[in-house]
T-cell receptor
Framework: NAGVTQTPKFRVLKTGQSMTLLCAQD?????MYWYRQDPGMGLRLIHY???????AKGEVPDGYNVSRLKKQNFLLGLESAAPSQTSVYFC??????????????FGSGTQLSVL | GQQLNQSPQSMFIQEGEDVSMNCTSS?????WLWYKQDPGEGPVLLIA?????ELTSNGRLTAQFGITRKDSFLNISASIPSDVGIYFC???????????FGKGTKLTVNP
């Protein structure tokens, strides 16, 4: 069972470079989310999607864009990376919104460093 | 946005000891969740609480939904080395509200 798969696992960027993080889930979940985790800050929601073709802003959306062209995939893009975007990024999915009655399934994370 | 105050930030304990951590807020929450994150992995749901006063166990873990609905507690009994990790509380105020996460409690268990 794959669950939620994130690629890549590690990436180093130079300031100003762009990149896309890919999240794929095989559970037919409607809802998908991107979080960032920083030391002492916990998990903060960047963007989320309530279904194919939809996206919405979370708590810290600036500097990021997302797309949900297919139900199983949720892409997180950084157009011009900044050192402040150095973080661990987690993708998650759920059957129902924010999954209080269902599990929120997380990927294993992407460690991104921006130099 | 809403804040969840999770304490302690970190704990260093000996194997076999019991552990207690808590999460508090100035606002009322309708749902409290506790997650565990193993090193290098994403968080995994441990316990979900839906009613004020509710006490729920999952093996050696017990969590409670505070009577005031502004706090929640997680206890781990007889800790073992595999309990190491970061424990997060999360809350939801209403059915359509976003989950809010605490900043985590990092647990280290010395054999």
């Amino acid at each position: 069972n794959a669950g939620v798969t994130q690629t890549p696992k590690f990436r180093v960027l130079k300031t100003g470079q762009s990149m896309t993080l890919l999240c794929a889930q095989d559970m037919n979940h409607e809802y998908m989310y991107w979080y960032r985790q920083d030391p002492g800050m916990g998990l903060r929601l960047i963007h989320y999607s309530v279904g194919e073709g939809t996206t919405a802003k979370g708590e810290v959306p600036d500097g990021y864009n997302v797309s949900r062209l297919k139900k199983q995939n949720f892409l997180l893009g950084l157009e011009s990376a900044a050192p402040s975007q150095t973080s661990v990024y987690f993708c998650a999915s759920s059957y129902s919104e924010f999954a209080t009655n269902e599990k929120l399934f997380f990927g294993s994370g992407t460690q991104l460093s921006v130099l | 946005g809403q804040q969840l105050n999770q304490s302690p930030q970190s704990m260093f304990i000996q194997e076999g000891e019991d552990v207690s951590m808590n999460c508090t807020s100035s606002s009322i929450f309708n749902t409290w969740l506790w997650y565990k994150q193993d090193p290098g992995e994403g968080p995994v749901l441990l316990i979900a609480l839906y009613k004020a006063g509710e006490l729920t166990s999952n093996g050696r873990l017990t969590a409670q939904f505070g009577i005031t609905r502004k706090d929640s507690f997680l206890n781990i009994s007889a800790s073992i080395p595999s309990d190491v990790g970061i424990y997060f509380c999360a809350g939801q105020q209403g059915g359509s509200e976003k989950l809010v996460f605490g900043k985590g409690t990092k647990l280290t268990v010395n054999p």
